[in-house]
């Protein structure tokens, strides 16, 4: 081989490897565990800091918006008067795990690559928290941490660890909470109890070291079990289905969602079970009561100890959860209900009462957001951007369009790959691997998602605007290959036999005069001019 040829032969290897594994390799470099000395901003002073974490908390299962008459979160009311609440605030995965990371990282899932609730965590990836503790915070985690399946042993970037495997238990039944490694049983209510552990460990802290406490609570995630002193506290009130719930109002959804209601996943045979949907969103209100009271209890140990005016405090949901909205229940979809989050943040010293951020912020932008309230740069290989500006009223260059995806989960397969982009009016949902139609929705005119744009005349220059983003930001940020974990947990694919049957394929892909009868036709002439021969 010639010089030349061998240069052609390095020179093509590189494309064909460029082409079958850039983004992954790509993600993998993002991964890389960087040096966790971040520079200081000068003159700005560590913040201590306090970030409540809420599973499965919609965004709109607030007093303030009243999405059903009765629930009430007077606390939460409280941070969104006298702070800022954050109403256009998203995950980019609505899944426990893949959220949890994006949170803990600042990634996309296809950059942190936990993308299911199973599968073990990368080593290489850096937690937000470690950057903290490099700068000389004193770091606390309590609550679920639930990434990488069922285990609960003190990972890296804390100093103190109260958590348990995988979901916990609202009440006790002979399990453990992991204490710093050492197997404790649990005691009581478990929102209740990690508000003790928090505050406790608030209160034992001695020295000058800035904080950041990692509150992240069990509840309300279901089954829904509300503390004693809560349970029946709604159960005299009406529960207002969704519009969504009957069938025949979502105006040319894919065939994917009409089966899923008759599934695990779907008001038919929700859980496999005849659950009560207006029941369940009261069990879930009287939980988030006690999330709510949770709150309530840090705030009130921050003013007594004088530090309610300079603590940073943020409380978000880890996703939303649907409550019959287009024949769904849980999350993992694109739709508002599934994707969209309560944000508010506490901290007089930076941020005015009554502010009310309008900007697309999520899952992403949190660990930004903290490393910069503690005076450190925002690492580069973040894809989320700090919000505190917007928090502090200064402007500052935002994104346009939200990306969103969820990867299938063979346990539950009902829901299949999704990549969304969110933008301020349309929303575009494009599907992978299954044959069936994409989705737009004009979110200004059509809140709730029930008439799909994707085939309107009038529509089709956006749908291909979005389209075009959307893999123009999933190839910036690596995200153009689909991750693949081997097999692990159960299957909830059961169908409900005398439930809705399967959806009908969809008319406008449906031809009557396709080759097929004319072949037919042709093949029927040959054979009468042979019988006539004969
Ligand atoms: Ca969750």
Same mark, same amino acid.
């Given at each position: ?175 453990? #909470?992991?204490?710093? =490694?050492?197997?404790?049983? &649990?005691? $009581? ?8 552990? *928090?505050? %406790? ?111 940073? #405090?943020?409380?978000? =949901?880890?996703?939303?959860? &649907?409550? $019959? ?8 979809? *694109?739709? %508002? ?134 893999? %123009? ?62």
């Amino acid at each position: 081989m010639s010089n030349q040829q061998k240069t052609s032969a390095i020179f093509y290897s590189i494309i064909l490897l460029c082409c079958i594994g850039a983004y992954p390799v790509l993600s993998q470099q993002k991964l890389a565990a960087k040096s966790l000395s971040l520079s200081k901003v000068k003159g700005v002073k560590p913040r201590n800091i306090i970030f409540i974490l809420t599973d499965d908390h919609r965004y709109d299962a607030l007093g303030l918006l009243k999405a059903q008459s009765f629930i009430e979160t007077p606390n939460l009311d409280r941070m969104a008067k006298e702070g800022a609440y954050l109403p256009n605030a998203f995950v980019t995965t609505s899944l426990c795990s893949p959220s949890r990371a994006s949170i803990l990282t600042g990634l996309y899932a296809h950059t942190h690559q936990v993308v299911d609730n199973n599968n073990p965590v990368s080593k290489e990836l850096v937690f937000y928290p470690q950057y903290l503790q490099k700068a000389g915070y004193e770091t606390a985690m309590v609550g679920k941490w639930h990434m990488g399946g069922e285990f609960d042993d003190p990972q890296r970037g804390f100093d103190y660890w109260v958590s348990f495997k995988g979901q916990g238990v609202y009440y006790p039944n002979g399990n453990t #909470l992991n204490i710093n =490694g050492k197997s404790t049983p &649990q005691k $009581g209510y478990i929102t209740d109890e990690l508000t003790d552990y *928090a505050l %406790e460990w608030l209160n034992s802290r001695k020295g000058d070291k800035p904080f950041m406490l990692y509150l992240s609570h069990k509840g309300v995630h279901a089954e829904f079990l509300p503390a004693g002193r809560h349970a029946g506290k709604f159960k005299d009130h009406n529960f207002m289905p969704p519009l969504t719930m009957q069938p025949g109002t979502h105006q040319d959804a894919p065939m994917w969602v009409q089966n899923q209601r008759n599934s695990w996943h779907g008001v038919e045979y929700p859980y496999h079970s005849n659950l009560n949907i207006g029941e369940y969103y009261k069990q879930y209100a009287e939980t988030l009561y006690g999330v709510d009271e949770s709150v309530g209890r840090v705030m009130a140990y921050l003013q007594e100890k004088g530090l309610l005016e300079s603590t940073l #405090l943020i409380y978000m =949901g880890d996703n939303g959860f &649907q409550f $019959g909205e287009h024949g769904l229940i849980d999350k993992r979809t *694109a739709y %508002e209900e599934s994707m969209r989050v309560p944000m508010l943040a506490h901290c007089p010293e930076q941020i005015k009462p009554g502010t009310v951020v309008k900007e697309v912020v999520a899952n992403i932008d949190l660990a930004p957001t903290l490393l910069e309230a503690a005076g450190l740069t925002v690492p580069q290989h973040m894809d989320g951007q700090s919000f505190l500006p917007l928090m502090q009223g200064k402007r500052t260059v935002w994104r346009e369009g939200l990306l969103y995806e969820y990867y299938w989960e063979r346990n539950f397969p009902h829901t299949p790959t999704i990549h969304a982009l969110r933008g301020d009016r349309y929303k575009y949902i494009h599907y992978h691997g299954i044959w069936d139609t994409d989705e737009l929705y004009d979110l200004q005119t059509d809140s709730l998602e029930t008439r799909n744009l994707i085939r309107s005349e009038a529509h089709q220059e956006i749908v291909k605007a979005m389209n075009k983003q959307l893999f %123009e930001k999933l190839r910036s940020t690596g995200g153009m290959y689909i991750p693949l974990y081997e097999d692990k947990g159960r299957q909830q694919n059961l169908r409900y036999e005398y439930g809705t049957p399967g959806a009908a394929f969809p008319s406008y892909l449906k031809r009557e005069d396709t080759d097929k009868p004319q072949q037919n036709k042709a093949q029927q002439a040959a054979e009468d001019a042979m019988q006539k021969k004969k």
